[in-house]
Nanobody, 122 residues
Framework: QVDLVESGGGLAQTGGSLRLSCAAS????????VGWFRQAPGKEREFVATISDSGVETYYARYVKGRFTISRDNAANMGYLQMNNLNAEDTAVYFC???????????????WGQGTQVTVSS
């Protein structure tokens, strides 16, 4: 069991930035890949970014590539998502999850946090 808690969401203006954090309860966090996903009202949960257990591999959805950066600090059991140049389409609840590998499919993730709301206004 890995308990995850997201934080850092809130209200941002178009073009602004937010940094999301994902705090894990277990030291085994370093054994897992971390993924960030988002879900807007009435939509499916969609892939945003993922990072391998070591942090060497990172992958991004095309609609955030170049604007978002995923990272992790295994010593602190933390994952991060730096979001720059935000736009209204980024408005959603953002979730972090952990999986055996840096997958893009949410069904492959073992544990999830409760989510944090990100709202981007123009």
């Amino acid at each position: 069991q890995v308990d995850l808690v997201e934080s850092g969401g809130g209200l941002a203006q178009t073009g602004g930035s937010l940094r999301l954090s994902c705090a894990a309860s277990q030291r085994t966090f370093s054994d897992y890949a971390v993924g960030w996903f988002r879900q807007a009202p009435g939509k499916e949960r969609e892939f945003v970014a993922t990072i391998s257990d070591s942090g060497v591999e990172t992958y991004y959805a095309r609609y955030v590539k170049g604007r978002f950066t995923i990272s992790r600090d295994n010593a602190a059991n933390m994952g991060y998502l730096q979001m720059n140049n935000l736009n209204a389409e980024d408005t959603a609840v953002y979730f972090c999850g952990v999986a055996a590998r840096p997958y893009a499919g949410p069904e492959l993730y073992d544990y999830w946090g409760q989510g944090t709301q990100v709202t981007v206004s123009s």
